[in-house]
């Protein structure tokens, strides 16, 4: 069992920052990728960027969004805890955010949520003037 413990989020105004972290427990760390996705109302829960053990820290890719350039997602393998540093926020950001972990042992689909396994419980961050 692996529990995943965020922190993090709030009320921002557009072009403000804000980081999450993402404490996980219950396994080896170092042999996990783990990730934040982010689901808007209304809408499907999307990728954002993730930490793989096998390629490193992989964003959404380009979009009307641009995530990467603004958010950085980063790992400390000796506190078992992942990142995510989001500067220049947009209205648009404004979602529930979650880290979430996958177990798998070979490359996988890293951007859709069935592929991994545990999930933190979500963070509110809400971008408004």
């Known amino acids: 069992q692996v529990q995943l413990v965020e922190s993090g989020g709030g009320v921002v105004p557009p072009g403000g920052s804000l980081r999450f972290s993402c404490v996980a427990s219950?396994?080896?760390?170092?042999?996990?990728?783990m990730g934040w996705f982010r689901q808007a109302p209304g809408k499907e829960r999307e990728f954002v960027a993730v930490?793989?053990?096998?390629?490193?820290?992989?964003?959404?890719?380009g979009d009307t969004t641009a995530i990467k350039g603004r958010f950085t997602i980063s790992r400390d393998d000796a506190k078992n805890t992942i990142y995510l540093q989001m500067n220049n926020l947009k209205v648009e950001d404004t979602a529930v955010y979650y880290c979430?972990?996958?177990?798998?042992?070979?490359?996988?689909?890293?951007?859709?949520?069935?592929?991994?396994?545990?999930w933190g419980q979500g963070t509110q961050v809400t971008v408004s003037s």
């Open positions: 979430a972990i996958s177990l798998r042992a070979t490359p996988f689909n890293y951007a859709v949520s069935q592929s991994y396994d545990y």
């Open positions: 930490s793989t053990w096998y390629s490193g820290y992989i964003y959404r890719p």
């Open positions: 219950g396994r080896t760390f170092s042999t996990s990728s």
